[in-house]
T-cell receptor, first 113, second 115 residues
């Protein structure tokens, strides 16, 4: 069975400082991995996806994630946080993008002015 | 591309009543998914369709839940004899067929409150 563990339920950063949201996954074979963001009262939006191509994946709004098979990790980073980045972030694993997704419990990112 | 739409956006019902939600996927997306999200948790998979065929149901989908996609376009999710534990956000997503851009696009959700 596939699973995802988001290591922090809440992360708080100052505006302009780097963001790191940590995710470990478990999968019996080569997975597809995603990060989704959920702003209050808005739908889930895909930030980026890894599908067995380049291990460093670039997404929207300056976010990146690196797939590390040896560490079973897929951490999300951004060099400089903006106030608009404050939201809930979900790490997701799947066989592929169009099969059922398995979500982590989420990490709430707060950005302090 | 108008996005995935869901109706209603909010539903308040009394315990024991039946409710039905509707999801309209992005046109030409042949896969449609239902998820449920409770407060403070990530979404959990309920069921999904390819065209009108229901391909998989989660064990979370009790006998009181039924989903349909009769013409391979919109889908409905019905909950019979609602219980307070059914209170949650019900999310719908759609995706293209395999081999193309296959990420799932989510609708805004239907928030159900059972009193």
């Amino acid at each position: 069975a596939q699973s995802v563990t988001q290591l922090d339920s809440h992360v708080s950063v100052s505006e302009g400082t780097p963001v790191l949201l940590r995710c470990n996954y478990s999968s019996s074979y080569s997975p597809s991995l995603f990060w989704y963001v959920q702003h209050p009262n808005k739908g889930l939006q895909l930030l980026l996806k890894y599908t067995s191509a380049a291990t460093l994946v670039k997404g929207i709004n300056g976010f990146e994630a690196e797939f590390k098979k040896s560490e079973t990790s897929f951490h999300l980073t951004k060099p400089s946080a903006h106030m608009s980045d404050a939201a809930e972030y979900f790490c997701v694993v799947s066989d592929s993008g169009n099969t059922p997704l398995v979500f982590g419990k989420g990490t709430r990112l707060s950005v302090i002015a | 591309d108008t996005g995935v739409s869901q109706n209603p956006r909010h539903k308040i019902t009394k315990r024991g009543q039946n409710v039905t939600f509707r999801c309209d996927p992005i046109s030409e997306h042949n896969r449609l998914y239902w998820y449920r999200q409770t407060l403070g948790q990530g979404p959990e998979f309920l069921t999904y369709f390819q065209n009108e065929a229901q391909l998989e149901k989660s064990r979370l989908l009790s006998d009181r839940f039924s989903a349909e996609r009769p013409k391979g376009s919109f889908s409905t999710l019905e909950i019979q004899r609602t219980e307070q534990g059914d209170s949650a956000m019900y999310l719908c997503a759609s995706s293209r067929p395999a081999g193309l851009n296959y990420e799932q696009y989510f609708g805004p959700g239907t928030r159900l409150t059972v009193t």
